[in-house]
């Protein structure tokens, strides 16, 4: 019965489309929106990559299809990414453009795999600096990604996002430049003013029209999308051989690892998107998620396509447009591919200018300024792996930059822990005893971990005149095997120096870590361990009066 509950929470259900009633009219309009804002995304990542416009808009249509049915998030836009063209065209360059379907089959059933075992809740543990740090990067390189387009030049394949726009800009030519400007700002204006008029409007598709409608008859001699394919290939399955496969399963490896956490953190920020009403988009599965991309990737490879993952750009323009159930990114499926059988022509008029208008006011809305103002207030760490994520994702690429950052994040975790971690001396509880300046009692508290073992170890070793040693573990609530460890060489060392050790306060849950690590056998006699302080103080005290009148038999 659990194997069927788990089944279905990876399949599609009537609860995918609550609200549907309520708002079919505003994710009819966005699903139309994002489905035009696609169109030459889909064209010029299919193109970047090496592997054909035809495959880009395969992509766009069959997986877009696919993981909105089938995906975690409800608001989600998948379909081929400027990050995973990166990622394609060292394969498409070493093993020919027709392989590219075979690794799409195969890393899409590698990230099926990783969401049936339920990695996908890993995402969790991305720390919150790093996961804004990411949105402000993506929004950044969208940004710059329009300015080839926005001035009326080529982009250059395979440089970076930052040179390649600043190229662009330097080799823009008059007259040209100033009509793509002018439509950018044109479009920016109309999406920007109009949700001030009336919010229930379609500010993207109604800048879309306006804009293409004044380009047609003033005359404007600036690029257009141009010419698109006019049908789609049949299905079929990518040959497979042994060879091939060999060759092709390191790359799928990387495809997946990059489509997994791309597609994974492009929902967890749609989750927290503020759409036109001012409410969050909601929440999302990630576990469904995974499975969602990889059988979209898997139906792509079919169709002949690329690998896909959740689009984070055309996910932003879809919920900024109202969005609110999967219906949205389905219609943006179904509009893309009744372009390409009614309208490729009509729709090959519209300016690449508009496009980057829409996409540069996405870009700067994904950016939220109480949000950036908040994680800069925090703390230093904190701060520092915001910038340091939000820099490392422009300059480099996605998975480099989570990498980084979550490597940053620990590093000042572990510090602080380390920091939290301490080790103090106490008095010796109850009236004074002749013999007590003999006996140290030392309290671990906090965590007693590899980050502050060494310290600790180093506290309690230096120590001396003193013949017993009572070390409290009962304010310690973490414990490692370097920790345990360290408590191993504290004891070895204090023994071997004639001081004798007891322990007190074990922890239950850390008893079993302690014996097989070997600190119980280290001790001078297994009864050196005590359950209350009282005891262990009793205990000491007896040691040194044996050794005092051992002293005086002497």
Not at 255 to 270: F, G, Q
Not at 361 to 385: K, N
Not at 491 to 516: D, F, M, W, Y
């Amino acid at each position: 019965m659990s194997g069927l509950r788990t089944l279905r929470a990876f399949l599609p259900s009537r609860r995918d489309y609550d609200g549907l009633r309520s708002s079919w009219k505003s994710d009819l309009t966005a699903g139309i929106t994002v489905g035009i804002v696609a169109l030459p995304l889909a064209l010029a990542f299919g193109v970047s990559s090496g592997v054909g416009a035809e495959a880009g808009l395969i992509t766009a249509v069959v997986a877009g299809l696919v993981a909105a049915v089938m995906g975690g998030s409800n608001v989600q836009v998948s379909g081929p990414t400027g990050a995973m063209v990166v990622v394609l065209a060292p394969v498409v360059a070493s093993h020919g453009a027709g392989s590219i379907p075979i690794v799409s089959l195969l890393a899409g059933l590698m990230v099926c795999a990783l969401g049936i075992s339920g990695l996908g809740r890993a995402v969790a543990f991305i720390p919150w600096p790093v996961v804004e740090g990411f949105t402000l990067g993506i929004a950044a390189i969208i940004f710059l990604q329009q300015v080839p387009l926005a001035t009326g030049t080529a982009g250059i394949p395979g440089h970076n996002t930052l040179v390649a726009a600043v190229e662009a800009a330097s080799g823009a030519a008059f007259p040209t430049v100033i009509q793509t400007l002018a439509v950018v700002a044109g479009v920016g204006a109309v999406m920007f003013l109009l949700p001030k008029l009336n919010k229930a409007l379609p500010a993207s598709l109604i800048a879309v029209l306006l804009a293409t409608v004044a380009a047609e008859m003033l005359g404007l001699d600036i690029p257009r999308i141009g010419e698109l394919p006019h049908s789609l290939s049949a299905p079929s399955m990518p040959s497979l051989d042994a060879s091939t496969l060999g060759g092709l399963l390191m790359p799928a490896v990387s495809i997946a690892a990059l489509a997994a956490i791309e597609s994974l953190l492009s929902a967890r920020v749609a989750a927290g998107m503020v759409g036109p009403d001012g409410r969050p988009s909601g929440v999302y599965r990630p576990d469904r998620e995974l499975t969602g991309q990889g059988l979209a990737s898997v139906a792509a490879g079919f169709f002949g396509g690329m690998p896909a993952t959740g689009a984070i750009a055309r996910t932003a323009v879809n919920v900024r447009s109202g969005a609110k159930t999967r219906l949205a990114a389905i219609v943006h499926a179904l509009v893309l591919l009744a372009i390409i059988y009614l309208a490729a022509g009509l729709v090959g008029k519209i300016p690449l200018a508009v496009l980057a208008g829409i996409l540069m006011v996405t870009a700067t809305r994904m950016v939220s300024t109480h949000t950036v103002t908040a994680i800069m207030r925090s703390t230093r760490a904190d701060a520092f792996v915001f910038v340091l994520t939000a820099l490392i994702t422009v300059a480099f690429d996605l998975i480099v930059a989570i990498e980084i950052g979550l490597i940053a994040a620990a590093v000042f975790t572990l510090r602080k822990f380390a920091s939290l971690s301490r080790v103090k001396r106490e008095e010796v509880p109850g009236p004074h005893v002749e013999g007590d300046k003999h006996i140290a009692i030392f309290r671990l508290d906090g965590a007693m971990f590899f980050g502050a073992a060494e310290r600790i170890l180093q506290e309690i070793s230096e120590v001396k005149d003193i013949q017993v040693a009572i070390i409290r573990l009962s304010q310690v609530r973490m414990l490692d095997a370097t920790g345990a460890h360290a408590l191993v060489e504290v004891i070895s060392a204090l023994e071997l120096r004639g001081i004798t050790v007891l322990l007190k306060g074990v922890q239950p849950e850390h008893l079993e870590l302690v014996t097989n690590v070997g600190v119980i056998r280290s001790l001078r006699h297994h009864k050196h361990l005590f359950t209350s302080l009282p005891a262990a103080v009793e205990h000491a005290r007896s040691h040194v009066l044996r050794n005092a009148a051992a002293t005086a038999t002497a």
